[in-house]
């Protein structure tokens, strides 16, 4: 088969108007009605409501834990306004940020790897995971997932849901766009070491 990937120039929330139509473009083409979508401060979750306002699409927006960084900064009347039209706001364990709370640094290295391929990936990953373990996707159901780079969106893609106890039978089907790269602006050259014969 063949499909479209939209990549944009510069990570950001520029891309957030993009990123919400071809999801939505995407979902509709599937027959999907459930889409999970990061939002910290609820900017994203409020433009994503008015965007996707009528199409039958129910949102499981995913913000920070409690007590990460700045605190809460998800606006409680927003998750009262987003419950009330039928969408559902979850607040739980951010999976790969475990302060090494069981001695290992492998959840971070896991969300180094997933950014390798942009900053959204790995939040893809780690809201399908929350979403599920607290019960707002079932095990194998087909998503879209929308995230971005700190702030808005920029990356989307299709997944078949898990929880973090099923890691395995978690899948990114398809990516529908994404930065092309994880940071803004090309990375220095840094010249390979001398060979050492
Ligand atoms: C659980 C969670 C984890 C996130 N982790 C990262 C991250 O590792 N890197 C990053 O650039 N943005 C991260 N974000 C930001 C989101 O991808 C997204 O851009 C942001 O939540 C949109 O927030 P806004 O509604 O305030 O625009 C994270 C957001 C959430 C909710």
């Known amino acids: 088969m063949e499909e479209k990937i ?45 965007a996707w306002a009528g199409s039958g699409v129910k949102m499981v927006v995913v913000p920070h834990q409690y007590g990460f960084m700045a605190g809460q900064r998800f606006p409680p009347e927003l998750v009262e306004e987003l419950r009330g039209q039928g969408h559902a706001v979850h607040f739980g364990t951010m999976l790969f940020h475990t302060e090494r709370l069981f001695g290992t640094d492998t959840p971070r290295v896991m969300a180094n790897l997933l950014r390798t391929f942009c900053q959204g990936m790995k939040v893809c990953v780690e809201i ?16 879209v997932v929308v ?32 930065p092309l790269q994880t940071k803004q602006g090309r990375p220095p050259q840094i010249p390979p ?5």
């Not at 989307?156 to 990114?172: E, F, K, M, Q």
């Open 147 to 178: 995230s971005g780079t700190r702030w808005g969106a920029d990356t989307a893609v299709v997944a078949l849901a898990a929880p973090s106890t099923r890691l395995g039978d978690l899948h990114i089907t398809e990516i529908i766009c994404k």
């Open 128 to 143: 399908i995971l929350m979403a599920a373990d607290g019960g707002h996707v079932a095990t194998g159901e087909e998503v």
């Open 6 to 50: 939209v990549y944009f120039e510069e990570p950001g929330a520029e891309n957030t108007g993009d990123t919400l139509r071809l999801a939505l473009e995407r979902a509709r083409a599937r027959g999907i009605n459930k889409i999970i979508l990061a939002s910290t401060r609820g900017d994203t979750a409020r433009q994503a409501a008015a």
């Open 193 to 197: 070491p001398e060979k050492m014969d």
